[in-house]
């Protein structure tokens, strides 16, 4: 198993940048592909990221594609998420999330998850 936890979060202005980290202790890191997720109040959650094992593929979903860059340092079993360009629709409690058998958009297909951090972005 992974254990995963979030950093990062706060509060920011619309157009900031925030860098979100994920810290991994446990199984070795580099056997998992990561991705990130985010949950805004009274919305489902929602795909951000994803990146393989060796951060060799990388995709993203459609509202953060061009404005956030996910990446990874296996050698310090850490995960991140550069934020740039912020709106306030991307105010929310963002998840990194890790498996070992799947590289996709579907949360359902990630079994280790962190508390969260909340990121909030005024306007």
């Known amino acids: 198993q992974v254990q995963l936890v979030e950093s990062g979060g706060g509060l920011v202005q619309a157009g900031g940048s925030l860098r979100l980290s994920c810290a991994a202790s446990?199984?070795?890191?580099?056997?998992?592909?990561m991705g990130w997720f985010r949950q805004a109040p009274g919305k489902e959650r929602e795909f951000v990221a994803a990146i393989s094992w060796n951060g060799r593929n990388t995709f993203y979903g459609d509202s953060v594609k061009g404005r956030f860059t996910i990446s990874r340092d296996n050698a310090k079993n850490m995960g991140y998420l550069q934020m740039n360009s912020l709106k306030p629709e991307d105010t929310a409690v963002y998840y990194c999330?890790?498996?070992?058998?799947?590289?996709?958009?579907?949360?359902?297909?990630?079994?280790?998850w962190g508390q969260g951090t909340q990121v909030t972005v005024s306007s």
């Open positions: 999330a890790a498996t070992d058998n799947y590289y996709g958009q579907y949360g359902g297909r990630y079994p280790y």
């Open positions: 446990g199984r070795t890191f580099s056997s998992y592909n």
